[in-house]
């Protein structure tokens, strides 16, 4: 299963500017709600919240992936919403988050969410491409970015644009 499966572009904001913790779940949920994944958002809301009290999701470097395993899930998939500025999100290393990542899976599920989870964490550990998502100008872009990442042709947008620019060699 690809991320780009999960994660709709209603599913999706760019530049937001939650005031708080809590304010950043809400605004994730009720994207998970416009994409179709849930049947109950409170219900998942909620178990949103017991997550996040059990141990933050804030994982550091910027990255923040709240999510639950709930009844009020009726499709697994993924919120998205980047925060460029960053904000406070109790994250394990004490900095601001400012990519985000909001996992959704029913209860029913085996334990999808979580490979869902290792390989969207593995591919942004990557600086370049987690900067690169954070700084996407269009929902299209941001998800193009994510195909390119797991097809394996991810390139950094600086060194994309250092080849491009690279002086052409006379030959003589």
């Known amino acids: 299963m690809r991320i780009t499966d999960l994660l709709k572009n209603e599913s999706i904001v760019l530049g937001a500017s939650p005031a708080d913790k809590a304010a950043a779940i809400n605004q994730l949920a009720d994207l998970m709600e416009a994409g179709g994944n849930l049947s109950d958002k409170e219900q998942y809301t909620k178990d949103v919240f017991a997550r996040e009290a059990s141990g933050t999701t804030g994982l550091g470097d910027g990255i923040a ?21 960053g904000m406070d999100f109790e994250s394990m290393d004490g900095q601001p988050s400012r990519l ?17 989870l290792s390989k969207l964490a593995t591919m942004i550990m990557d600086p370049d491409f987690k900067e690169a998502l ?30 491009e ?3 052409k060699a006379d030959h003589i």
Do not use: R, W, Y
């Not at 009844?71 to 925060?83: Q, R, S």
């Not at 985000?100 to 869902?116: E, K, R, T, V």
């Not at 929902?139 to 644009?161: M, Q, S």
């Open 165 to 167: 620019e690279a002086p």
């Open 65 to 85: 992936t709240p999510h639950a395993k709930s009844a009020g899930v009726k499709a697994a998939g993924l919120a998205a919403m980047t925060v460029p500025a």
């Open 100 to 116: 985000f990542f909001m996992i959704a899976a029913p209860d029913s599920a085996n334990d999808d969410h979580l490979a869902i």
């Open 134 to 163: 954070i700084a996407a100008k269009s929902k299209d872009e941001f998800l193009k970015l994510i195909d390119a990442k797991e097809d394996g042709n991810f390139v950094a947008p600086a060194a994309a644009d250092a080849v």
